[in-house]
């Protein structure tokens, strides 16, 4: 599941809120109409007698009231009429709901019995993950739909081409296959770009997602590490590290590499391999520099699991900014 225990009842902590919100503006309907519309309050007092004379033959008891002049049919049109000659819309004194698909439940039920998330909870469950991607203002503008192969050409073409083959297919069988990914080359060449493509339709899927630039990444660790306070604010940073449908690191090779970076980097991709999760690696490095500033099983770990892809040409972005 992509939301924690926690942001689940969250969000259905909102539905009950929604649902108290929505009763008391029902409730202030029917107390003003009633004010207003005093045969109203009358029409609705037959219904109660009504309705509840059809339980009592229902289970086969005798009512009280039994001299009924109108049917509820009869009542429900006498209603609306009140209604709208006053200039209430019809449904003034129905129950309000923000989503009327699921009367605020966050639930539907189809035909054959089988509930499932509303629309509406998908977007609150969006929203959330989203906002805890760490990316958020990063993909508005890094999607495949913004893809363009404008500033590529010859060798540097194909390989943008391969690589946006390998994201998509990636991004298509996530949810079978367990793969990761490192995309390696200079700078403004798509690597991030490629990264944030994918970080967006997997969150559109429901999968959660956490993008950390390698310095951000190392240095939280560092800080909560050494921070005798922080060990439960760890153990929880961990347990997203170890446990998210897709980690992103970006950038790698920009941090100051250590032996607490190394150690923490293999952790990293060993937990994740162990746990089937997947992740992606951006950097500048080639081959023999990852192998030169990390350790041996780093290197071994990236080679045996992952899908090596190289990106080339010219710093697209510099060329925007100049353009
Ligand atoms: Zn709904």
Known sequence: MALSNSQYESIIRTYERTRDENHQIYEEHVKEAYEKLPELAKLDEERGRLMESRLSALFGEKS?????????????????????????????????????????????????GIKSK??????????????????????????????????????????????????????????NDYRNIIFFGTVGTGKSFLSGCIARELLNMGHSVIYFSAINLFDTLARYSFDAKAKETLYNFYKDLYNY???????????????????????????????????????????????????????????????????????????????
């Not at 590529?152 to 690589?163: S, T």
């Not at 071994?300 to 900014?321: A, H, N, Q, W």
């Open 64 to 112: 009280e009231h039994t001299d009924h002049i109108m049917t509820l049919e009869e009542i429900a049109l006498k209603r609306k009429m009140i209604l709208t000659a006053a200039g209430y819309p019809m449904d003034y004194l129905s129950p309000v709901y923000t989503c009327p698909d699921c009367q605020d439940t966050g639930y539907i039920t189809d035909s054959e």
């Open 118 to 175: 509303c629309h509406c909870f998908r977007k609150q469950e969006m929203a959330i993950l989203y906002e805890q991607s760490n990316i958020q203002d990063f993909i508005e503008q890094n999607n495949f739909s913004t893809l363009s192969y404008e500033y590529c050409e010859g060798e540097d073409l194909e390989r943008l081409r391969g690589a946006v083959k390998i994201s998509l297919d990636f991004v298509k069988s996530f949810q």
């Open 245 to 323: 449908d897709l980690v992103i690191i970006d950038d790698l090779g920009t941090e100051v590499t250590n032996s607490f970076v190394t150690s923490q980097l293999f952790s990293c991709l060993n937990e994740r391999h162990l746990n089937k999760k997947a992740t992606i690696i951006s950097t500048n490095l080639n081959l023999s520099e990852i192998r030169d500033r990390y350790s041996d099983r780093v290197f071994s770990r990236l080679t045996s699991s992952y899908e090596f892809c190289k990106l080339s040409g010219p710093d697209v972005r510099m060329i925007k900014k100049v353009n």
